[in-house]
C-alpha cells in the first residue's frame, strides 16, 4: 500500500517558441505515511503543477518523484499509469464527473479501469459502499447535473476512493463550494485521512482546509517556500 511520497531536485519547465515558465524550481518534500498536508500559495505559484507532477500526471522536466520508494518517471509511463491507477487517488476542483454516468457508474469507473470483470456485482458493491460512506447511497441513480455542487464532490471523493489508494490528491476540493458544503466535504476528509489512515495532499486557499491538516507547505514562485507542522487542537 502506498503511503509515502517523495519528490527530489523536481523542476517543470513549460516552455513555447515565446515563453517559457519555470513552473517548479528545484522543489524536494516527502510526504509521509498518514500526514494530511495542505499546499498554499499565491495564484500562479506552482501548486497544482506540483499535484500533478508527485501523482504522474504531468511529466517532471528535472529530478524524481518517489512513490513508496519507486522512481516513478523511470521507463515508460506504463509504471505511472499503474500506480495512479491502483494506489493514488484524485479529487479535482472542476469535479470531473462524466455527466451522462449516474453517480453510481461514476464511482465504478476506477475499479473497472483496473478489472477484468467491469460488470461484476463485486464492483458494484464497492462503489454503493463508497457511496454510503459519503452518505449518498440513495442518490445512486442520479447523475451529476441532477446532484448539488456538495453531491458531486462527494461522488468525486467516493471515486477516488473507492479503490482504496494509501494516498489521496486534491485540488481545491473545497473551491466551487460554499462554507457549510465544503465544511462537510473536509470533515469526510479528514475522517478518511484518520479513520482509513490515508495519506493526504490538498491543494488550498482556504485557511480554515489548512488549519485542520497535520502540515503547511506555502509555496512561492515555484518553490516551497515554508513547510511548517500544524499543532492540531483536539476535537
Ligand atoms: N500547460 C501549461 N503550459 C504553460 N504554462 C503553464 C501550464 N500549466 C501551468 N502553467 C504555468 O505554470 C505556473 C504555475 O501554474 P499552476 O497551475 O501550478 O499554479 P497554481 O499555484 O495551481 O495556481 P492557482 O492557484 O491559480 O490554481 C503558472 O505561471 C502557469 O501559467
Ligand atoms: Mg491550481
Not at 36 to 56: D, E, F, I, R, Y
Not at 196 to 207: A, E, P, R
Request: hydrophobic share 40%.
Amino acid at each position: 500500500m502506498v503511503r509515502v511520497l517523495e519528490a527530489k531536485g523536481i523542476w517543470k519547465v513549460y516552455e513555447t517558441a515565446a515563453t517559457r515558465v519555470e513552473a517548479l524550481r528545484d522543489v524536494s518534500v516527502k510526504i509521509n505515511q498518514g500526514e494530511m498536508v495542505a499546499v498554499m500559495g499565491p495564484s500562479g505559484c506552482g501548486k497544482t503543477t506540483l499535484l500533478n507532477c508527485l501523482s504522474g500526471l504531468d511529466e517532471v522536466s528535472v529530478g524524481e518523484v518517489f512513490v513508496e520508494g519507486v522512481s516513478i518517471f523511470e521507463g515508460d509511463d506504463t509504471l505511472r499509469t499503474k500506480v495512479r491507477r491502483e494506489q493514488l487517488g484524485f479529487i479535482f476542483q472542476s469535479f470531473n464527473l462524466i455527466p451522462v454516468l449516474s453517480a453510481l457508474e461514476n464511482v465504478e469507473m476506477p475499479l473497472q479501469l483496473n478489472s477484468a470483470e467491469p460488470n461484476s456485482k463485486a464492483i458494484r458493491k464497492k462503489a454503493l459502499n463508497a457511496l454510503e460512506k459519503v452518505g449518498l447511497k440513495d442518490w445512486a441513480s442520479h447523475r451529476p447535473a441532477e446532484l448539488s455542487g456538495g453531491q458531486q464532490q462527494r461522488v468525486t471523493i467516493a471515486r477516488a476512493y473507492v479503490h482504496e489508494p494509501g494516498l489521496l490528491l486534491a485540488d481545491e476540493p473545497t473551491g466551487n463550494l460554499d462554507t457549510e458544503t465544503g465544511t462537510k466535504i473536509l470533515d469526510l476528509l479528514v475522517e478518511l485521512n484518520k479513520e482509513l489512515n490515508i495519506t493526504m495532499l490538498i491543494v488550498t486557499h482556504d485557511k480554515e482546509v489548512s488549519k485542520r491538516c497535520s502540515r503547511i507547505l506555502e509555496m512561492r514562485d515555484g518553490r516551497i517556500h515554508k513547510d511548517t507542522q500544524n499543532i492540531l487542537e483536539e476535537e
